[in-house]
T-cell receptor
Framework: AQSVSQHNHHVILSEAASLELGCNYS??????LFWYVQYPGQHLQLLLK??????LVKGIKGFEAEFIKSKFSFNLRKPSVQWSDTAEYFC???????????FGTGTKLQVIP | DAGVTQSPTHLIKTRGQQVTLRCSPK?????VSWYQQALGQGPQFIFQ???????QRGNFPDRFSGHQFPNYSSELNVNALLLGDSALYLC?????????????FGPGTRLTVT
């Protein structure tokens, strides 16, 4: 079965620190990859997506993610976090084989001013 | 341009009861997916509706059923509620196009079963 693993459940960083959140998936075929963010009290919003082409994708608010096919990974990065980045981040994978989106369990990011 | 809307916002039900949740997709979207998000977990796919038919289904029992109307809005019905059905239920809409799997999420309905 298709699965998504997010290794960090809770991350605490100081402002201006660099961020990297891990995401690994299990499906070996063609996949579409997403990172969603959920700010406190708000609904899920798309941060960035990878469908094909350049494996380094840039999203909103300075976030980027790199698709490494050989490692089945799609890690999220940001060079310098801000207090407003405090939120929960979800990695999600769509595979044509399963025709559905599978989410990871999420990573709660807390940025300390 | 309204995004995805869901009603009600919160709901409290008793074990054994039935519940109906509603979703209106983003303008221009024709596909609705439903997810269950338990506390501390990521959203779990329940099913997807397109052209008023259930197209895909996740690993949920038949107690979970749905419907899509001609205006693309959708309902999620859960029968014989269990305590474990307490969760945030999310609706996501998209436009059915080959290769388009970008979904827009609503704010969710918080269901509490007592």
């Amino acid at each position: 079965a298709q699965s998504v693993s997010q290794h960090n459940h809770h991350v605490i960083l100081s402002e201006a620190a660099s961020l990297e959140l891990g995401c690994n998936y299990s499906y070996g075929g063609t996949v579409n990859l997403f990172w969603y963010v959920q700010y406190p009290g708000q609904h899920l919003q798309l941060l960035l997506k990878y469908f094909s082409g350049d494996p380094l994708v840039k999203g909103i608010k300075g976030f980027e993610a790199e698709f490494i096919k050989s490692k089945f990974s799609f890690n999220l990065r940001k060079p310098s976090v801000q207090w407003s980045d405090t939120a929960e981040y979800f990695c999600a994978v769509f595979s044509g084989g399963y025709q559905k989106v599978t989410f990871g369990t999420g990573t709660k990011l807390q940025v300390i001013p | 341009d309204a995004g995805v809307t869901q009603s009600p916002t919160h709901l409290i039900k008793t074990r054994g009861q039935q519940v109906t949740l509603r979703c209106s997709p983003k303008s221009g979207h024709d596909t609705v997916s439903w997810y269950q998000q338990a506390l501390g977990q990521g959203p779990q796919f329940i099913f997807q509706y397109y052209e008023e038919e259930e197209r895909q289904r996740g690993n949920f029992p038949d107690r979970f059923s749905g419907h899509q109307f001609p205006n693309y809005s959708s309902e999620l019905n859960v029968n014989a509620l269990l305590l474990g059905d307490s969760a945030l239920y999310l609706c996501a809409s998209s436009l059915y196009l080959p290769g388009n799997y970008e979904q827009y999420f609503g704010p969710g309905t918080r269901l509490t079963v007592t």
